[in-house]
């Protein structure tokens, strides 16, 4: 049982390019969330999806992108990549109705 | 405003001293209060969950609720080197999974 788990681990990009961050749960449950993280800004909402095939914007979603693959997997798409979107990156998952979030290890992003 | 509010720290305390963290919230709404401990480095983990008002104990760890007063502690007590870590706090409301979090408390004991 590996929980919640994200690739990559760490990321550099330069300004305007693309890639997606990965996320996978093998707990079963319906709701997964992507977080960033900024020093002085805690752990802000990107998107969540609360079931397959449903996606909703958070309280920071501009220049991100989100796909619900399945049960399992929710991916994180940034189309063109700004320096202000240097940050560490969680996923989370929880069960429907439960508040407890299971968080993955984390992507570090750079973006030159 | 920000719904939640934590002190950023960083709080340094010598093993073994009781530790206070805590955070205040402006929704009344809330309901459901928790702790997340997150080492550096590594996701945020659960470490304490209580709902409504009151106290939750596990261990060394006291989670404390005050609705009156919208205010939210974490005490730790005999604190040990491997109690530092960032606490964040993060609160919900009934029939929503979204969390608000708090900034986090960056902690160290001091050995």
């Known amino acids: 049982n590996a929980g919640v788990t994200q690739t990559p681990k760490f990321q550099v990009l330069k300004t305007g390019q693309s890639m997606t961050l990965q996320c996978a749960q093998d707990?079963?449950?319906?709701?997964m969330y992507w977080y960033r993280q900024d020093p002085g800004m805690g752990l802000r909402l990107i998107y969540y999806?609360?079931?397959?095939?449903?996606?909703d914007k958070g309280e920071v979603p501009n220049g991100y992108n989100v796909s619900r693959l399945n049960k399992r997997e929710f991916s994180l798409r940034l189309e063109s990549a700004a320096p202000s979107q240097t940050s560490v990156y969680f996923c989370?998952?929880?069960?429907?109705?439960?508040?407890?979030?299971?968080f993955g290890p984390g992507t570090r992003l750079t973006v030159l | 405003q920000k719904e939640v509010e934590q002190d950023p720290g960083p709080l340094s305390v010598p093993e073994g001293a009781i530790v206070s963290l805590n955070c205040t919230y402006s929704?009344?709404?809330?309901?459901?209060f928790m702790w997340y401990r997150q080492y550096s480095r590594k996701g945020p983990e659960l470490l304490m969950y209580?709902?409504?008002?009151g106290n939750k104990e596990d261990g060394r760890f006291t989670a404390q609720v005050d609705k009156s007063s919208k205010y939210i502690s974490l005490f730790i007590r005999d604190s040990q080197p491997s109690d530092s870590a960032t606490y964040l706090c993060?609160?919900?409301?009934?029939?929503?999974?979204?969390?608000?979090f708090g900034t986090g408390t960056r902690l160290t004991i001091i050995p």
């Open positions: 707990m079963n449950h319906n709701s």
């Open positions: 999806s609360a079931s397959e095939g449903t996606t």
């Open positions: 929704n009344s709404a809330f309901q459901y």
């Open positions: 993060a609160t919900s409301n009934f029939g929503n999974e979204k969390l608000t």
């Open positions: 209580t709902y409504s008002s």
């Open positions: 989370a998952s929880t069960r429907a109705s439960y508040n407890e979030q299971f």
